[in-house]
């Protein structure tokens, strides 16, 4: 690159400015997105000036609403046709608003509902001091066991603060997937980060373990965006632009005009291949797909249970979106080069999710290395390349997050002295002593197993036969090996629950309130659902299946 | 100046950072070498901002500082909540969830 094609940005700038554009933004079809980011607004200041006492009845509330309205405004924008024959990019190329987005916002939101029951349930713990007390620390600043801890609890504080960092992570979760230039994709990326980061941190029992999760969460997390975002400057060095529609031009040389100094970046294929590949990882770290795992199981683990079951499904959902969109409308051109990379990427993680799982003596870890062999069966959909592998990863991305929350809203019941009884060991003859809350689990890692009538099955199914379809005949035979293995794990549990003896010192099942019991409900419906007469879902999802570009 | 000259510095300091990350024990010092990534790219993007006689990456960087002050916030909470817990801001004294 010689200096002579260097740009000299100051004698522009020295002229007199034109008048400047003001930008059109397509409110109506932003709404979803709109009503999210303004309920957490709303629930910041009604965490400000509303006395304590009736904070959490506003913020529920508000949260609820909010979400069920940002639903109401997809159905209305899908209805109007935006997901098919009025697909467009709006707000001056920063969103596309296509099926896809729309499916994995309405599956976002619908999963957010069903968590943030799950977030404020109550019940679970005896009441102390006359107050009831939900999964969330006292007082967050509190130094765990000290005594300003304790006179937070007397004081029966609690964190409602958790309603708003939900609806902040949504909203980022929302524009994830629908994410049409690189610069909103990193900013949507940081927006649910965050949030979620906090989340981690704050809950009330074993709170040791929890703020250990949030540290490595973010830290990890930190790095893997920093080389997200060193990608990002990469692509755009190689294309002048962030724009996924410009960088897919330039990366297939369909590109119209070329000035001197694209011309001469353009031919640098070492900007292609590292920023697209340092932006994969980022996106893969989020998914959770090996090598970048290393995080799930400890943040699984450690941070409040409501909490992992809304991580481990929505942003499982908005990442897959991203990675959707990335590989399939900014990088095509570039298939030859990202599959083989992905190839390896699903086998590994297929393998070493449903191996890894076996050794696991803890509900939590194992449901981590589980969605750990999930993301890689959903890869195995996206490496298809097919409209069909879209459909079916939006499938499989709608039937995996209900299930996720249900069972870790089952986790959530089964106590003991010290809070939740993770250890496998508790769980053994569980089916004796409350046979309904062991008979939803049972349904529940079946689904996970893949077992035929239930939505992991339709799931697993569709995906499996857009990877043959699509050229990865090799790719399913590995996945149907580790389905078989990761199958042996679950009806490990299960023959626990049912065919053991209970002991003595076993934990007990907390009766929850409707909030949970919806929950649990809401996972159960959608896993029979979506297995006996998945039909009317997968056309739903292959309607969706077309990116706007 | 040759502009490509500041890339190779910017992918040096992002390699400073990187490695940083992977060898220092104290999870302040991991931020503050992930701050240091973090500030190679917006270097990475001024200087392909020069080059393509653009804004956006200029504009970028400007996005990028945001949110490492939003980083900051969030991330500085979560360690000193860890600090004030255990004394020691060490990455490898928090270990009690092993395998």
Not at chain 1, 41 to 59: D, K, M, N, S
Not at chain 1, 259 to 267: F, I, K, Q, S, Y
Not at chain 2, 56 to 69: E, L
């Amino acid at each position: 690159m010689s200096p002579t094609a260097v740009h000299s940005l100051w004698t522009t700038a020295a002229e007199p400015l034109d008048k400047i554009q003001a930008p059109d933004i397509e409110y109506g079809q932003l709404a979803p997105i709109l009503i999210v980011v303004g309920a957490a607004i709303v629930g910041l200041l009604l965490e400000a000036f509303l006395p304590r006492r009736a904070r959490y009845q506003a913020q529920v509330t508000l949260t609820v609403v909010a979400l069920a309205a940002s639903f109401a405004a997809i159905i209305a924008l899908a209805q109007a046709g935006y997901g098919t024959t009025k697909a467009n990019v709006a707000a001056m190329g920063a969103i596309a608003i296509d099926g896809p987005t729309l499916f994995l916002q309405g599956t976002i939101l619908l999963a957010s509902v069903v968590a943030v029951l799950t977030f404020a349930e109550r019940r679970l713990d005896p009441e102390t001091h006359g107050n009831h007390i939900d999964s969330f620390v006292a007082q967050a600043a509190s130094v765990p066991g000290s005594d300003s801890e304790k006179s937070a609890v007397r004081a029966g504080f609690t964190t409602t603060e958790v309603y708003p960092l939900a609806l902040f992570a949504i909203a980022g979760m929302l524009v994830f997937p629908a994410a049409n230039d690189l610069l909103t994709l990193f900013v949507a990326l940081e927006v649910f980060s965050l949030p979620l980061y906090l989340l981690c941190a704050l809950a009330r029992r074993k709170r040791l373990l929890s703020q250990e999760a949030a540290v490595k969460y973010f830290l990890l997390g930190a790095f893997s965006s920093a080389f997200m975002l060193f990608g990002i400057a990469l692509l755009y060095g190689y294309a002048g632009s962030v724009s996924y529609a410009r960088i897919a031009e330039v990366v297939d040389g369909s590109v119209r005009t070329i000035d001197p100094a694209l011309a001469d970046t353009m031919g640098n294929d070492a900007l292609l291949l590292i920023g697209g590949a340092l932006i994969l990882m980022g996106l893969l770290f989020k998914v959770g797909a090996v090598p970048f795992h290393m995080w799930t199981p400890d943040v699984y683990q450690g941070a409040p249970t409501p909490v992992t079951g809304f991580m481990a499904a929505a942003t499982k959902v908005a990442a897959f979106g991203a990675l959707l969109r990335l590989l399939y409308v900014v990088l095509p051109g570039l298939r030859w080069d990202w599959r083989p990379v992905m190839w390896a990427i699903a086998i590994v993680t297929m393998l070493a999710g449903a191996i890894v799982a076996i050794t696991q003596t803890d509900i939590k870890r194992l449901l981590a290395y589980s969605s750990i062999a999930h993301a890689g069966f959903i890869l195995a959909g996206v490496i298809a390349f097919t409209p069909d592998g879209v459909s079916s990863v939006l499938f499989y991305l709608g039937a995996y997050s209900f299930v996720t929350i249900g069972a870790f809203a089952v986790v959530t019941l089964v106590r003991d002295a010290g809070g939740e009884a993770t250890h496998l060991s508790k769980w053994a003859g569980l089916g004796r002593r409350s046979p309904l809350v062991a008979a939803v689990f049972a349904v529940f890692l079946l689904s996970f197993a893949g077992i035929p009538l239930t939505s992991g099955f339709s799931g697993k199914f569709a995906v499996f036969k857009a990877a043959a379809e699509g050229g990865a005949g090799a790719l399913v035979v590995v996945g149907v090996l580790s389905s078989a293995i990761a199958a042996f794990f679950y009806i490990r549990v299960i023959v626990l629950m049912f065919f053991s003896e209970p002991k003595a010192d076993g934990p007990t099942v907390a009766v929850p309130s409707a909030m949970t019991s919806t929950a649990i409900a809401a996972g159960v419906l959608v896993t029979l659902v979506l297995g006996l007469a998945p039909q009317y879902f997968l056309d739903l999802a292959g309607q969706a299946s077309v990116f706007a570009r | 100046m040759n502009p490509v000259n500041y890339l190779y510095l910017a992918a040096l300091l992002f390699t400073i950072g990187a490695a940083g990350v992977l060898i220092r024990r104290n999870a302040i010092v991991v931020f503050m070498c992930i701050e240091l990534m973090l500030n190679a790219c917006n270097l990475t993007l001024v200087a392909f901002s020069r080059m393509h006689g653009n804004l956006d990456g200029q504009i970028i960087a400007f996005f990028v500082m945001v949110v490492a002050a939003a980083e900051v916030v969030v991330g500085l909470a979560i360690i000193v909540s860890l600090f004030r817990s255990r004394h020691s801001a060490s990455v490898d004294d928090a270990s009690l969830m092993k395998l």
